[in-house]
């Protein structure tokens, strides 16, 4: 390959490529003070503001490129400065691969630069969700009336006038009284609020009067989220171009500025006695020396990456690691530090990545419970907020709206934390595993070597699939704190679905086993009063919700069943008129008008006789003929049925099931009733039906005394699946029930069900 830089006075003889330019806005700004690393280290502003630290040859490079200039012309001057020739060829691979990337030059006309890239730096555990409170027109006259502030002796008197006076305020303080003086009044709080926020904005105004005094320029002043709480910041940027000692005064300078916070605080509590200042006073403080902490991007970590010449500490995270490991050579990114400068890096890494790492793990451990202390939060102050609406509380509304919005704001911030940790992942993951691989090719046994190129495939029709017409897109979260992310950052940041939801969508594909045929589903108890028909109801509600093929439940109840008023106003048609006009049904429209139909799940139920002297008529045969009729209409059949299984009717229901849902109470009672239904069926050639039955312990509750894990290992030694339904209140009222009604867990349960029943339809699948 071809040398960059050769000896000087070498030459080289190429076609010069097209003429560079700067891309408008380039300020080239000169050495970095006080950098360590080993070599000089440049700064280079782009016209958006970003900030670029370039090697001395790549700073020649762009400090001399120039429109009147070729190429020769640009290489020439740049050997002329560097002390080595650079080729043509090298000037085109530099700018081409290091400075067109960056956004720094372009070929493009003048005037046309609307496809110019420019890439933003990404650092790690940086602000998110930004917005700007004062723009640059509003902070830099500001800020150039504040710097007078950093006069010398202004600094040292007030620091000292600090330290006098908190030893003033410590003496006379009464923090108790201040407490209950908090306690009793509760919307102090929002005074506190108020006045923690000002000092904040004060704070980041000292950052802005430090660079304007050390003469850089500051930007914007605005707020966002970092890490998972809510963070003023000040653009800064320019103070890059001062030297160490006004890079440091500029990291210090809001800490500078909230003196005059804890002056004004100390002197308003000695002169009120008012314990809201003294509370302020001391959470001030507190979050000052919380600044000085190194591990995040706080006043301190831009200290210490100060102090080490290094911009950024977490951009040698990496490097640092991979220089740790044993007999892997130094990363060059580590190697390029000076001594002092490189102790001070890794120092700081094996100190700070186990800090993070474990605060990490100890948030996706605790997330649970945060949601959870967070969700009950937010209902508190949602009862206090109504309880102040009622009285016309202004402040009491306020500080609760206020306390629900801080409560938001850190879960958001934990939704975007984990978010941009998993996107790290992936993208390395991603990273690991496109990297590109060595086609090798194997010689024939006893012969020379033959290189047959795979068989190339002949384009086709078959080619335009989903994933080649359309982009893989990550798919949106349905619920819950990730769609609310989701939805308020115009779905640019994508949490991806909750556990919960990927188990939901699993419940959902099996439920969606495809049958073969048509199937028989009996749904069984020996007890009344287990819910054994709204169970059928919501199983059948289910399935019709859920399956694309036609869902139908039988009211098979000799006792007059009540399925039909369950779910919706009948027809005026029973199973009697279906029986008598069996020889004249001989489509499905026909059959139709004899099913009602739920409004909400499209559920069609075939009720039973409202005369019990006619449905106890109804026997195994009549049941056989109405099933034989319905399996020609129907892909899933559910067949609610009677208490008895004496019962000649019920008997020959379950010669015609394929499965059986078997529904009972919590309970010793209830448990045994079940066990003895199973016992007989064991007995009388129906044990294939129990292998495989599905087991509802229904109308779960908490305060019941028996437990039901006992019964749910007994069944689950006898039964294919075992599933809990909690009580539900919407069960409860033997009026219409619609899905909806029911609270998220029982649906979820009844999702359940469904699955374990169409866990079946498979390894079973009959056509008939």
Known sequence: MTDLLTPAGAGSALTPPPRWRLTPGIEVLGPVQGSGLRDPAYLVRRGDGQMLQLSELLHLVLSCIDPSRDADAVAAAVTAAYGRTLTVEGLEHLVSQKLQPLGLVTDAPEGDDDGQLTPKANPLLALTIKGTLLPPSVTRPLARGLQVLYWPPAVLLSVVAMIGLNVLVVQAADFWLAVTQLFTTPTLALAMYGLLTLSAVIHELGHAAACRYGGAQPGAIGVGLYIIFPAFYTDVTDSYRLGRGGRIRTDLGGLYFNVFCVLALGLAYLGTGHGVFLLTWVILQVQMLQQLIPVVRFDGYYVLSDLAGVPDLFARVGPVLRTLRPGVPADPRVTELRPGARRMVVTWVVLVVPTLML???????????????????????????????????????????????????????????????????????????????????????????????????????????????????????????????????????????????????????????????????????????????????????????????????????????????????????????????????TTYAELRSYTSQAEESRLEVLASDDDPRIGMALDRTDYHRLIDLLDHYYNLILLDTGTGILDSANQGLLSEADQVVLVLRQGIDGGRAAALTLDWMDEHGFAHLVANAVVVINGLRDDVGAPADPMRRHFEKRCDRVITVPWDPALETGGRTDMSSLRRQTRDSMIQVAAAVADNFREMGTTR
């Open 359 to 585: 605060g990490l793990v100890w948030l996706i451990w605790r997330l649970p419970e945060f949601v959870s202390r967070g969700g009950d939060g937010i209902r508190l102050h949602r009862q206090i907020f109504d309880a102040a609406w009622a009285q016309r509380d202004v402040a009491m509304m306020g500080l609760s709206t206020l306390s629900m919005l801080l409560i938001l704001l850190p879960l958001l911030g934990v939704a975007v934390l984990l978010w941009r940790a998993l996107a790290a992942l992936g993208r390395w993951v991603q990273h690991r595993s496109t990297r590109p691989g060595v086609e090798s090719w194997e010689a024939p046994a006893g012969g020379a070597r033959h290189l047959t190129p795979p068989e190339i495939a002949v384009p086709s029709a078959a080619d335009f699939t989903d994933a080649l017409m359309l982009p893989a897109r990550r798919p949106a979260p349905g619920h819950g704190w990730r769609r609310a992310v989701y939805t308020g950052t115009g779905h640019v940041l994508n949490p991806g679905r909750s556990q919960a939801e990927l188990h939901r969508e699993a419940l959902e594909r099996r439920l969606r086993t495809p049958i073969e045929g048509s199937r028989r589903v009996v749904v069984m108890s020996r007890k009344g009063g287990v819910g054994k028909t709204t169970i059928s109801l919501a199983l059948g509600s289910t399935f019709a919700m859920l399956r694309g093929d036609r869902v139908v439940a039988v009211d098979a109840n000799p006792d007059a069943g009540n399925l039909a008023h369950r779910a919706a106003l009948p027809m005026g048609r029973t199973i009697t008129d279906v029986l008598r006009d069996l020889d004249r049904i």
